[in-house]
Nanobody, 127 residues
Framework: QVQLVESGGGLVQAGDSLRLSCAAS????????MGWFRQAPGKEREFVSA????????YNADSVKGRFTISRERAKNTVYLQMNSLKPEDTAVYFC????????????????????WGQGTQVTVSS
């Protein structure tokens, strides 16, 4: 059974940092573009950050540019989201997602591009 499991969320103060992890099991995702999305209460799920299959290309939403960094360790089947200078507006449930195998080198920003999703981890930033 394919699973994506997020961890690393929590309650922090504005200006603090967190690192989220997404561990995949059930199959290897070394050939898959990966992404992070978030969903705040009453809002739609939104794109945060994406990485291509080999980690050579990444892209961040404007709202997190310069503060968040996505990376991956293919050998560990794990993707990370380093979040610095957190703001109260970053408060949301953060989801990890995986697309099907794709060697094109592209990253993907739409929820509809992804086939596999984790259950999410809560990040709460207090002011």
């Amino acid at each position: 059974q394919v699973q994506l499991v997020e961890s690393g969320g929590g309650l922090v103060q504005a200006g603090d940092s967190l690192r989220l992890s997404c561990a995949a099991s059930g199959r290897t995702f070394s050939s898959n573009p990966m992404g992070w999305f978030r969903q705040a209460p009453g809002k739609e799920r939104e794109f945060v950050s994406a990485i291509n299959w080999n980690g050579g290309r990444t892209y961040n939403a404007d709202s997190v540019k310069g503060r968040f960094t996505i990376s991956r360790e293919r050998a560990k089947n794990t993707v990370y989201l380093q979040m610095n200078s957190l703001k109260p507006e970053d408060t949301a449930v953060y989801f990890c997602a995986a697309k099907g195998p794709d060697y094109s080198g592209r990253y993907y920003k739409s929820t509809t591009d992804y086939q596999y999703w984790g259950q999410g981890t809560q990040v709460t930033v207090s002011s």
